[in-house]
T-cell receptor
Framework: SQTIHQWPATLVQPVGSPLSLECTVEGTSNPNLYWYRQAAGRGLQLLFYSVGIGQISSEVPQNLSASRPQDRQFILSSKKLLLSDSGFYLC????????????FGPGTRLTVL | AQTVTQSQPEMSVQEAETVTLSCTYDTSESDYYLFWYKQPPSRQMILVIRQEAYKQQNATENRFSVNFQKAAKSFSLKISDSQLGDAAMYFCAYRSGNTGNQFYFGTGTSLTVIP
């Protein structure tokens, strides 16, 4: 069966520090991968998605970047965190067929102080 | 981009009663898919139910059912015999059947179940 992992689960970082959040998927190949941010009391905002290694699409211009160095690995990064980067970050995957649901990881809670 | 609207930020229901969560969406497409996700306090997103736009029959999963009104672009979720474990944030989501890969999510409805 497929599983999706995210780490770390929680992170507290000072403003201006770098960021690296990792997401890995097991039990499937060539998945579509997604990064979402969920601010308190709000919905999910799609940040990036990837349909293959090295292929990244950005939905919202921001302080963050994403990379996909391996088929089942998706990394969210920042060189200098802002206060506004605080939130709950969710990684998700699907098989690309329109009928399929997205499967979500457990999320990372990021607090920027 | 498509928009998904959930006009009820919060809802409450008595245990064992029925509650309906509303969702509307805006699209010019005819082929698309709709989903309801549940996010309990653990924050793990779980699929509740899905509906293909080409199907006229409303989807049903045990105590969960939808009222899909394609012309009105409405996709409400009905929870019957509500249980304490149903307490969660519920998100409505849209996915195009033709273009793009992304899901579009509503802002969510927080459901409280009163014992």
């Amino acid at each position: 069966s497929q599983t999706i992992h995210q780490w770390p689960a929680t992170l507290v970082q000072p403003v201006g520090s770098p960021l690296s959040l990792e997401c890995t998927v097991e039990g499937t190949s060539n998945p579509n991968l997604y990064w979402y941010r969920q601010a308190a009391g709000r919905g999910l905002q799609l940040l990036f998605y990837s349909v293959g290694i090295g292929q990244i699409s950005s939905e919202v211009p921001q302080n963050l970047s994403a990379s996909r160095p391996q088929d089942r690995q998706f990394i969210l990064s920042s060189k200098k965190l802002l206060l506004s980067d605080s939130g709950f970050y969710l990684c998700a995957w699907d098989q690309g067929r329109r009928t399929n649901e997205q499967f979500f990881g457990p999320g990372t809670r990021l607090t920027v102080l | 981009a498509q928009t998904v609207t959930q006009s009820q930020p919060e809802m409450s229901v008595q245990e064992a009663e029925t509650v309906t969560l509303s969702c509307t969406y805006d699209t010019s497409e005819s082929d698309y898919y709709l989903f309801w996700y549940k996010q309990p306090p653990s924050r793990q997103m779980i699929l509740v139910i899905r509906q293909e736009a080409y199907k006229q029959q409303n989807a049903t999963e045990n105590r969960f059912s939808v009222n899909f009104q394609k012309a009105a672009k409405s996709f409400s979720l009905k929870i019957s015999d509500s249980q304490l474990g149903d307490a969660a944030m519920y998100f409505c989501a849209y996915r195009s059947g033709n273009t793009g890969n992304q899901f579009y999510f509503g802002t969510g409805t927080s459901l409280t179940v009163i014992p």
